[in-house]
């Protein structure tokens, strides 16, 4: 269900000639949302102002539910209730809108998700072609640009010691380790090892 408030919902009514509030649409994130409207009724988002502030919320309603910020836009929850407002310029922090999201973000939401993922009104068919789609595309890019980024290579640390500080192959034995990044062991049990600096410092003082 999709509820749109505020000046963006009597220009949803008056352009769509339909109810903005119990909009029997059901999507899991706020980007399935926009391109659900924009699906079912063609040229929502040109409501949207590109430097407009907008307060969108997960939850039956806008006071009980919680809202998103602009990198949770593609995050999916488990509710399928959202609502949308737009917030009048010049309010506070201390008004209570809390989280809110360019105008922007949310026009430009759906750019690897055509057809807005298929999702259709009043229990229509689902798109599947559109949804597979929209899946796909990220996905392919995802897959090129791992082809492109070489693999970094992990040296042998050994080799970056002193020849005669190497540790022996014949009789190991325990190192100490100062290298940053390196993970931090948990030993259960009677072991002999080598220590790992976790955290380090240093104070000078006069004597």
């Known amino acids: 269900m999709i509820n749109i408030y505020g000046k963006l919902a009597s ?3 008056k352009k769509y000639k339909y ?5 029997k649409i059901n999507v899991f994130s706020a980007q399935e949302m926009v391109n659900a409207l924009e699906a079912n009724f063609k040229g929502f988002k040109s409501l949207f102002r590109a430097d407009g502030l907008y307060k969108v919320v997960r939850g039956l309603d806008i006071k009980s539910g919680e809202s998103i910020e602009e990198n949770e836009l593609a995050m999916r929850f488990k509710e399928p209730d959202w609502n949308i407002m737009p917030i009048v310029a010049g309010s506070g922090p201390d008004d209570g809108f809390g989280r809110v999201i360019l105008g922007a973000a949310l026009i430009g939401a759906s750019f690897f998700v055509p057809g807005g993922m298929g999702i259709a ?9 559109s949804m597979l789609t929209g899946i796909g595309i990220p996905m ?12 970094p290579s ?3 640390y050994g080799d970056r010691e002193k ?16 290298e ?3 993970p931090i062991p948990v ?17 000078i003082e006069e004597i």
């Open 11 to 13: 220009d949803f009514e």
């Open 19 to 23: 109810k903005p509030k119990n909009i």
């Open 121 to 129: 009104l009043l229990g229509k068919d689902i798109l599947f072609t």
């Open 140 to 151: 392919v890019l995802g897959g090129v640009a791992q082809m492109l980024t070489p693999s």
């Open 154 to 156: 992990v040296s042998n």
């Open 163 to 178: 020849p005669d500080e190497r540790p022996s192959y014949l009789s190991n034995g325990p190192v100490n380790s100062v």
């Open 180 to 182: 940053p990044g390196l």
């Open 187 to 203: 030993g259960y049990g009677a072991f002999w090892g080598g220590s790992i600096t976790v955290s380090g410092g240093m104070k």
